[in-house]
């Protein structure tokens, strides 16, 4: 039995290497003097074969991949000749090799190997597939009717599950290869050899008419055309249109369309760059209106095809793919009314305003920069549109300017948040699509949704300096290990930046990333916050698999691998950092090591701190584990309040009455009494166990607790006299085990991640301490304006600092961070390189908001927005908390409050989970609502559905 199966990998092996064999390279080299991995695509196959060589090289690489195929099915059937699945396993490790060595599909070894021991099987599948191929005339279709045939041949011929199950297996192989290599039939047909070119005319596939009616690609026909095809296709109003792909001839379609001038035509140019996310090329190419008979119609497409060449070699198209340019003919639409709008002004880059350029007439008046047109903005709300807002100056109605810029809007939420410019035109009954393309000058998008929660607020440049490159580089990591090859042209350190002081990521390229993944471009958001997700192409995902393949072992062996780097690396770090504390005389070298050595502890700790929440709100998402079912007890914000609440009930017990609970009065009374002294000893070691924590965990200028005990004093007020935890109701304790493993590992790694944070803190005031001391910095928290690689220099070179010069570049700095402080409100979403605060936008009176539910349970209560936890020391009853954020450091503030209200966050956030073990409801991710909302107004707010009702201002 070990003899066979050693076999049989053997064969296998064989089978594969002997798919790898170049041979047609070899006979490439003979015929061609070239390989023929050189030319082209890069695939070596039959069908570039035919292309770069002719029939009879062509002829010479079909026998050698047939040969390869029936050797390879007569290999496996004479050593195994009892199993039926055999020569498909021989051809499934065929065609594997193929594709890892030899960059072909394998497409001719199957055919002929399955012609060779299954004849009935290969004929029915040709023939089926080949009369669906002369039909439709669609060879990405004709491939998909093949695919799908074979292993239903097999079953119906062969009548073996096993057999139909590995034909299965083999179809889907090859399915995934066509979708990751590049297609040799989209090469340009008169480029193929002459003897070659009718018969790539015929595989091509292509109907004699493309027309907007169909599926388009923006590789063949420019991303114009197959935006309007999309439109089209979703229902939009898109004049009927037809497209001819670049080298193609033009006779069929002039022949087909019958102009007359009753019927007038346009002809326009869609190049495979132009209109892209990257390139507009907006007026580079000639258009042609008023088309009236086929002799106009032939000229428009020549003068199409000619403006393509003029500019193709000018700097501003040199980046285009050169692949030629489609024409794209259009029934022209006699306009009334006709203009351009943009999604999002790209002047003054608001939030909240649609531009529109309108005139009587065609669209052409507009775009041709010969007559003013009438321009409006049209600003939006939650709700839409705000009419009262547009005033009219001219001739359009407001009823087609409203209607245009809800369209605008309604083609932007289409096209994943992209700002849209819209040409439209109204022919006095239906508002028509021209054309839409992204508003390119307006890229990338910037979203703060998800990190004003993980380092909310104005961010000093030292934080920054340390925290950008940490982040973007695990995030490059983990991006790069799914995306392989698909990760080149990505810059993963533009992941994030700060915009208003304040930090963003990017959406454009998380977006980008997580379509080239096969996931929605929204999944991070769906992770972290639980918003909606959509569904992904299914060929992009099939073609990520091997990537998720490898992320899927990463998040299998995240505990494993946690335990691993934690023993070896940091709780020993940890352990070293407590072992040689800082002194008021360290050298600053060795203060300038300790950070470095921290620093390298935090970069692997970013990884787990990182994939440990997604890996935790991925397993909750899946196994539809409710949050409440959770224990979060290993998390620090609910190790901390455990432990303070257990000292809270001893301090009641001792104290036995309602004492003032404000730190000072607390202090006093149990100083007081004896056992109060027991009380002090506990609190002192919750400190040392606890006192790494801060507001904002992330931000290493935010003092933490052991530097602020007051904070901690005034938490354990609130919890004197308060009841216990909420009780957890019951749950699937399989489903629940497999998320809470997940849940235990995220404390644990927010833990440690926090340590480390502290103790970074703790050094870099060690080493500002000995600059205030020399006079080198003025004041304290000078330092935490300075970056990085300023304060690497001041140590390793102190010869080259002029630190009257620092000191004022940390003043100015302290200025502008100041400054940036009191901005209000700022914008969630901004957009382009450069972006500007939106527009302000007079708000209609709404009595009702809607956020995400993270606790359950109704509550009435009285307003207090809080903008930072030391704003609050004491909240008053009956209280609904508003922040901008939560972390462990709000714990002070949370635990006074009857319900919880914050702008960011979902449920597996720090404010939701603090929420639910105190039993109080709590809305995560309701965005602005520090400006929706006022203190003193009466609320009710329900934490299940995420609701919030105003009842009295």
């Known amino acids: 039995m070990i003899t066979q199966i050693g076999l049989a990998i053997v064969l296998g092996l064989g089978c594969s290497v002997l798919g790898g064999l170049p041979i047609i390279n070899g006979l490439s080299l003979l015929c061609l003097k070239r390989p023929l991995s050189q030319l082209g695509t890069g695939n070596v196959g039959v069908s570039a074969a035919f292309y770069h060589g002719g029939t009879v090289f062509g002829i010479l690489a079909v026998c050698s991949e047939a040969a390869k195929g029936i050797l390879a099915v007569l290999w496996m059937q004479n050593w195994f000749p009892d199993l039926a699945v055999g020569p498909w396993l021989a051809l499934l490790c065929l065609v594997a090799g193929r594709y890892c060595w030899g960059n072909g599909a394998g497409t001719t070894n199957v055919v002929w190997g399955v012609l060779w021991f299954a004849p009935g099987v290969a004929w029915l599948t040709v023939l089926i597939s080949g009369v669906s191929f002369t039909i439709f005339r669609q060879r990405q279709q004709g491939r998909l009717v093949a695919l799908i045939v074979f292993p239903v041949m097999v079953a119906l011929i062969r009548r073996s599950v096993p057999e139909t199950l590995a034909a299965g297996v083999l179809a889907l192989t090859l399915g995934w290869i066509y979708e990751d290599l590049p297609d040799d039939l989209a090469l340009n047909k008169h480029q193929a050899r002459p003897e070659s070119q009718v ?67 346009v002809a326009r140019s869609s190049a495979a760059g132009e209109d892209s996310l990257t390139t507009a090329m907006a007026g580079q190419y000639a258009s042609f209106l008023d088309i009236t008979n086929s002799e106009q119609l032939t000229q428009a497409l020549i003068g199409v095809q000619q403006s393509y060449h003029r500019v193709k070699d000018d700097s501003a198209a040199a980046t285009l793919n050169d692949s030629g340019m489609a024409v794209l003919v259009q029934v022209q639409i ?61 001739d359009v109605p407001a009823a087609v300017i409203l209607e245009v810029a809800r369209l605008c809007r309604e083609l932007e939420a289409r096209y994943h948040g992209i700002p849209q410019d819209l040409e439209w035109t109204y022919d006095g009954q239906t508002i028509w699509i021209l054309q839409a393309r992204p508003i390119t000058t307006l890229l990338p998008i910037w979203t703060r949704k998800i990190a004003a929660e993980v380092i909310p607020g104005v961010i000093h440049p030292l934080t920054w300096s340390i925290n950008r490159p940490l982040t973007c580089g695990v995030w490059g990591d983990i991006f790069s290990l799914v995306l392989g090859q698909a990760a080149q042209g990505l810059d993963f350190q533009a992941t994030a930046d700060l915009h208003f002081g304040r930090a963003y990521f990017n959406a454009t390229l998380l977006g980008t990333i997580f379509r080239r993944m096969g996931l929605p471009p929204e999944s991070l958001e769906f992770l972290t916050r639980g918003t909606k997700m959509s569904r992904p192409p299914l060929s992009t995902t099939l073609k990520a698999l091997p990537g998720l393949g490898k992320l899927g072992k990463r998040e299998w062996q995240l505990e494993r691998d946690w335990q691993r780097d934690s023993q070896k690396h940091l709780h020993p770090l940890l352990q070293e950092l407590q072992a040689h504390p800082i002194t008021a005389t360290a050298d600053p070298l060795w203060l300038l090591n300790r950070i470095k050595k921290i620093l390298t502890g935090l970069e692997i700790a970013t990884y787990y701190n990182i994939m440990a929440p997604l890996s935790a709100a991925l397993r909750q998402a899946l196994s539809r584990v409710h949050p409440e079912t959770l224990d979060t007890s290993t998390s620090p914000e609910t190790a901390s309040l455990k432990a303070l609440t257990t000292i809270a009930q001893q301090v009641q017990e001792i104290l036995k009455t309602d004492v003032a609970t404000a730190p000072e009065t607390l202090k006093q009374a149990l100083e007081k009494i004896p056992e109060g002294k027991a009380v002090l000893g506990d609190l002192e070691k919750f400190l040392q166990t606890f006192g790494y924590i801060s507001p904002t965990a992330t931000d290493i200028s935010v003092p933490t607790w052991q530097e602020t005990p007051d904070l901690v004093w005034q938490l354990l007020g609130s919890l004197v006299g308060q009841s216990t935890f909420a009780h957890r109701p019951k749950f699937n304790q399989k489903a629940k085990a497999w998320v809470q493993a997940r849940i235990n590992l995220k404390g644990d790694v927010a833990t440690v991640y926090g340590q480390l944070l ?44 002029d630190w009257p010069n620092y000191q004022e570049l940390i003043e100015n700095r ?57 704003q609050a020391l004491r909240v008053p009853p009956n209280t609904i908390v508003v922040v901008p954020y939560t972390d462990a450091g709000w714990l002070p503030v949370l635990t006074g409050a009857v319900g919880i209200i914050a702008e960011v966050g979902g449920r597996l956030s720090h404010g939701a989970i603090v929420a639910r073990e105190l039993g109080i409801p709590a809305i995560m991710g309701l965005e602005q609502a520090t400006q929706h909302l006022k203190t003193g107004q009466q609320i009710q707010m329900n934490g299940q559905t995420g609701k919030i009702t105003l009842l009295e201002t």
Not at 200 to 206: A, E, H, I, K, L
Not at 236 to 260: F, H, K, R
Not at 375 to 385: A, M, N
Request: hydrophobic share 40%.
């Open 814 to 870: 302290r200025r502008e961070f100041n400054a940036l402080q009191n901005l209000e409100p700022i914008p969630y979403v901004v957009y382009g390189q450069n972006p500007q605060l939106p527009i302000s936008v007079t708000r209609q009176q709404t009595s009702t908001w809607q956020g995400i539910g993270a606790s359950p349970g109704i509550a009435q209560g009285r307003v207090q927005i809080i903008h930072n936890p030391s």
């Open 199 to 265: 018969m790539f005319q015929f595989f091509q596939g292509d109907r004699a008419l493309l027309s907007l009616d169909q599926p388009l690609s923006p590789e063949k026909v420019g991303h114009k055309a197959a935006t309007l095809s999309q439109l089209k296709r979703w229902g939009y109003a898109v004049p009927m249109g037809w497209v001819l792909p670049a080298g193609d001839d033009p006779e069929p379609l002039i022949t087909s369309l019958n102009v007359d001038a009753a019927h007038p035509l």
């Open 758 to 801: 502290a103790n970074l803190r703790w050094t870099v005031l060690g080493l500002e301490n000995q600059w205030l001391k020399n006079g080198q910095l003025l004041t304290q928290g000078d330092i935490f304006f300075l970056q990085f690689n300023e304060v690497t220099t001041a140590i390793q070179a102190p010869q080259t600092m």
């Open 334 to 394: 006699q306009g009334v009314f006709s203009g351009v709008a943009f999604s999002r002004d790209p002047l003054w880059g608001g939030l909240d305003c649609v531009a529109v350029e309108t005139l009587p007439g065609p669209a052409s008046r507009v775009v041709s920069g010969q007559f003013t047109p009438e321009s409006y903005r049209v600003l939006f709300d939650e709700q839409g549109p705000i009419p009262d807002q547009l005033k009219i100056t001219g």
